[in-house]
């Protein structure tokens, strides 16, 4: 069983910045990719972001590139999401979760992913 602890949510106005974490604990596997996901009010999860445990490589969704970078520190166990320019837009439930089982293309869809996290709301004022 895979742990994941979201931290670092909260409120900020448009054009601040936030930086969210996910611990990971619990079973860990050989190779897999961490993915940031949102869930804005009445709306279903998208993907946001991604990192690859072993290797590093990071994948964005349009919305957030340039504005947003994901990094994991390997020795902490845990992935990051910095978070700049925000807007109103990227008001949210923010989610982290683990895929296990991946080809050449990230996985965007939320049914991919395995484990996840509770959330942690994020709100950008206007």
């Known amino acids: 069983q895979v742990q994941l602890v979201e931290s670092g949510g909260g409120l900020v106005q448009a054009g601040g910045s936030l930086r969210l974490s996910c611990a990971v604990s619990?079973?860990?596997?050989?190779?897999?990719?961490m993915g940031w996901f949102r869930q804005p009010p009445g709306k279903e999860r998208e993907f946001v972001a991604g990192?690859?445990?072993?290797?590093?490589?990071?994948y964005y969704a349009d919305s957030v590139k340039g504005r947003f970078t994901c990094s994991r520190d390997n020795a902490k166990n845990t992935v990051y999401l910095q978070m700049n320019s925000l807007k109103p837009e990227d008001t949210a439930v923010y989610y982290c979760?683990?895929?296990?089982?991946?080809?050449?293309?990230?996985?965007?869809?939320?049914?991919?992913?395995?484990?996840w996290g509770q959330g942690t709301q994020v709100t950008v004022s206007s």
């Open positions: 990192v690859s445990w072993s290797l590093g490589t990071v």
């Open positions: 619990g079973r860990t596997f050989s190779s897999f990719r």
């Open positions: 979760a683990v895929d296990r089982v991946y080809g050449s293309r990230w996985d965007l869809l939320a049914s991919r992913y395995d484990y």
